[in-house]
Nanobody
Framework: VQLQASGGGLVQPGGSLRLSCVAS????????MGWYRQIPGRERELVAQ???????NYASFAKGRFSISRDVAQNAVYLQMNSLKSADTAVYYC???????????????WGQGTLVTVSS
């Protein structure tokens, strides 16, 4: 599964950004889609995830500020980020998680991600 994330940029603290990601190549409607981020010097972490039926979950730092949504028909996932902080500066990636009775695996290629810089 190929993924193309976009929408990053430079924003001032307190500002907003909307990230977009389009997946191609064998995504299933039952797959979960998620946003991850990697802050320099740290491991990649989950930001938010949405199932094919629209249920979502968020990392604690994202709750109340970020909102994930999905367009199943377009194989797209979006992340609306509000009240951004300097600590949100990171490269943001999307990926696809496929689960079965044996567990879950990420099936997408990470790609370049999209850089979000929160700075005044």
């Amino acid at each position: 599964v190929q993924l193309q994330a976009s929408g990053g940029g430079l924003v001032q603290p307190g500002g907003s950004l909307r990230l977009s990601c389009v997946a191609s190549g064998g995504i299933l409607s039952s797959d979960d889609m998620g946003w991850y981020r990697q802050i320099p010097g740290r491991e990649r972490e989950l930001v938010a995830q949405v199932t094919g039926s629209g249920r979502s979950n968020y990392a604690s730092f994202a709750k109340g500020r970020f909102s994930i949504s999905r367009d199943v028909a377009q194989n797209a996932v979006y992340l609306q980020m509000n009240s951004l902080k300097s600590a949100d500066t990171a490269v943001y990636y999307c990926n696809v998680e496929r689960c079965n009775d044996y567990g879950c695996v990420l099936v997408g290629s990470w790609g370049q991600g999209t850089l979000v810089t929160v700075s005044s």
